[in-house]
């Protein structure tokens, strides 16, 4: 008892007092050429060895190469510098400069602006606002409040050495911004400015048409890059989202992304004329029955992508005859369905598997807030005793606690990758006024995503309110009902993706065995899916009067197969049938008859007390999981050292979430860009891959396959 309360007491002390994860600053350099690591510390009065701890792909004593990206720490704590004197070395501390304002501007605070959202207007920090605006430290900041916006010195043009041979020109298309373009090209919007002076300093947008100097990428040239053609629609009288996708196959969310003024006027009006995007001609009928297709990457060789999609020249060739004429950067390949490779496939796409600790982005910065039921209003913290009563007692404070302490550990570990988060942790009570109150006090806009709430009602007011500036809000645990907002992430796999999953494992290992379908009158259309995948299996009537259920023995053995395995499906709730028919597949399991036990969903009844564990693990009982179990690895004792307890199933989910969820934003800067780019990620207990869904938002479609062998559960897919 003394352990959970010391859980308890270490997790609502963050949560009364917003935690921030302060990381350690950061700039890029772009190297000249000639350049030298000794000459870029020199110039930023740090040593060799600070540069290399963040340049891994950088070793000492070797040259540089011009238009490398280095990251340069600026607040470095235990930087020294080595001065020779004689025979003898001797160590002083560097301190770095703080870099002076060259001037000043003027700005306006517009309506639910924060501190945050400006300084990433300006790209500034939060206290640069705060030095030269010195009422900040003791006020909050207001509507109509001009401050003062320090301007810092950038290299000016004559001072960078742009090589003509090392530089494309870069035609801006339709929706790109500065920061997207430097993203691709791997460089910092500050460099994108040095090589672009004409350039706003203020404004993200960029003009349709826009000619910018970028490094040329590698193995590649800009004009090889495809352009979306858009063709002008006006809008008539009584126009639909419904009658507009099927006139040009573009679902609201489609067209609402390109003609944002749609959100602005509050729909769709007569006379709007809209951007819609021209499709391309048909090459060919796609079949994406029987395939799979990869886009060629530059400076891909038949040798490296042979390699990568685990197929022979000739066997690509056959399915590709025009990569006899070479292969080219852009071209669509189709692949075998069944294809395995250095790939993962989504919709169709075989997609080049991202290491996210590879790519994120060093020093980089984001906000989110946690919103859960902590039930701050029910608990005397004074009295332990009754916290500990009122925990076990409320699955709602249970889940929040785990979820919360679990996201703890994932804030330190993201700290430590030198990432930085701004963490607001609120209480909305399990209330939907609550949680209306909150928002009404809260900018959503400043976020760049929010967890929780935990119930259906407050999720729905947090998701209609954060719609409106397109922040991401994930649901951490089951969710009955969608909601029809396209920014709502459900982390937690639907029982349709579950059993899906279940089904097509047992399609994969079936060969003759002797299935039986066991189900009761509420999983009846579960019977009949899987009697369709499986024509040939047998049928086992439940008996069902009033509350007695029970399952005949004599006819269920007579079903039994000596020959072949017997493999049975169990789809019920009912925790008294399961013990029946776990007490008869049982006592039928024996040397001369193979009896294994499936379901395609495990709920609670499973999990009952008077179901025999040892019967499961005999039957070797297999199901389909959102999690799978932890062994004890360096989150399992990170936790146990912070909290004094091994963490449960919520605690490693909310690392699990949280963790994934700031490596994403570290990634893209966006939830939902990352999502879209990226598939599968796994991390203790819990996967993710995100698929947007037609109606919906996200949906996480990972899950595992678990099985109970010798008394312990084991993941088998």
């Not at 300084?119 to 939060?126: L, S």
């Not at 003609?259 to 006027?265: D, F, G, V, W």
């Not at 994406?288 to 999609?309: A, D, G, M």
């Not at 009761?520 to 009697?531: A, G, P, S, Y």
Request: aromatic share 8%; with cysteine.
């Amino acid at each position: 008892m003394g352990l959970v309360i010391k859980k308890v007491f270490w997790v609502f002390l963050f949560v009364l007092i917003s935690c921030k994860a302060i990381a350690q600053k950061f700039t890029t350099h772009a190297v000249k050429r000639g350049e030298t690591l000794e000459s870029i510390a020199k110039e930023y009065k740090v040593s060799t060895d600070d540069i290399l701890t963040y340049n891994k792909e950088v070793k000492k004593n070797m040259s540089l190469k011009a238009s490398t990206i280095l990251v340069i720490p600026l607040d470095a704590k235990n930087t020294t510098a080595i001065v020779k004197s004689g025979s003898s070395k001797t160590e002083v501390e560097n301190t770095p400069i703080q870099e002076e304002p060259t001037g000043f501007t003027s700005y306006k605070v517009k309506k639910k602006e924060t501190l945050y959202s400006i300084a990433r207007r300006f790209h500034i920090t939060e206290d640069d606002i705060k030095k030269y605006n010195p009422e900040l430290y003791a006020s909050t900041l207001r509507k109509k409040m001009v401050l003062r916006i320090p301007k810092y010195r950038r290299v000016k043009p004559e001072e960078t050495q742009v090589i003509e041979e090392e530089y494309d020109n870069y035609t801006v298309t339709a929706k790109e911004t500065r920061w997207s373009i430097a993203h691709k090209y791997g460089i910092t919007i500050d460099n994108l400015l040095e090589l672009n002076p004409s350039l706003s300093a203020d404004a993200n947008s960029l003009s349709e048409g826009t000619v910018l100097k970028l490094p040329k990428l590698a193995g590649s040239s800009v004009s090889q890059q495809e352009v979306q053609l858009y063709k002008s629609y006006t809008v008539p009288a009584g126009q639909t989202f419904y009658s507009l996708e099927k006139k040009f196959g573009h679902t609201a969310d489609e067209l609402i992304a390109l003609n944002p003024e749609i959100k602005e006027r509050g729909g769709l009006k007569e006379g709007m004329i809209l951007r819609i995007p021209e499709k391309k001609a048909a090459t060919g009928v796609v079949n994406v029955e029987n395939y799979i297709f990869y886009e060629v990457k530059p400076k891909q060789t038949e040798y490296s992508l042979t390699r990568k999609l685990g197929l022979s020249y000739k066997e690509l060739l056959q399915l590709n005859p025009e990569i006899k004429e070479g292969l080219k950067a852009g071209m669509v390949l189709k692949l075998p369905k069944t294809q395995t490779g250095d790939f993962e496939v989504r919709n169709s796409l075989a997609l080049d598997k991202i290491n996210l600790l590879d790519s994120i982005s060093v020093g980089s910065k984001s906000s989110i807030m946690f919103l859960l039921p902590f039930r701050l209003d029910k608990l005397d913290l004074s009295n332990r005793e009754e916290v500990a009563k009122k925990i076990n007692s409320r699955k709602d404070l249970k889940y929040s606690l785990g979820l919360y302490s679990g996201a703890l550990i994932a804030l330190d570990s993201i700290k430590k990758l030198g990432i930085s988060v701004d963490v607001k942790t609120l209480d909305n009570q399990l209330d939907a006024q609550k949680t209306k109150e909150v928002l009404s006090r809260e900018n959503i806009g400043a976020y760049d995503a929010i967890v929780g709430p935990l119930d259906g009602a407050s999720l729905k007011e947090v998701a209609m309110e954060a719609s409106r500036n397109n922040i991401p809000v994930l649901a951490p645990v089951p969710v009955k009902n969608k909601l029809p907002f396209s920014n709502v992430f459900y982390s937690y796999p639907s029982e349709s993706i579950l059993r899906e999953r279940m089904l097509a494992y047992i399609e994969e290992q079936v060969t003759d065995q002797n299935i039986i379908i066991i189900a009761d009158e509420k999983n009846i259309k579960v019977e009949e899916l899987i009697q369709k995948r499986f024509p040939n299996a047998k049928v086992m009537e439940v008996t069902e009067e009033k509350k007695n259920v029970s399952v005949n023995l004599d006819k269920l053995t007579a079903l039994f197969s000596d020959e072949v395995e017997n493999w049975v499906f169990l789809e019920t709730n009912n925790f008294k049938i399961i013990s029946s028919v776990c007490s008869i597949l049982n006592s039928s399991n024996t040397e001369d008859r193979v009896v294994r036990m499936f379901t395609t969903n495990k709920n609670n009844a499973f999990d009952n007390d008077v179901i025999s564990s040892s019967h499961l693990s005999k039957l070797k009982f297999t199901y389909p999981s959102a999690y799978r179990e932890v062994s004890k690895n360096s989150f399992v004792k990170r936790y146990e050292k912070r909290f004094g307890e091994t963490p449960d199933r919520y605690a490693v989910r909310g690392f699990d979430l949280t963790y994934d969820l700031l490596l994403k934003l570290a990634y893209k800067n966006s939830l939902i860009e990352a999502s879209n780019s990226i598939g599968h990620t796994e991390y203790n207990g819990n996967g993710f891959n995100y698929v947007k869904e037609r109606m919906s938002g996200y949906q996480n479609n990972a899950a595992y396959i678990m099985s109970l062998d010798d008394m312990r559960v084991k993941q088998i897919k």
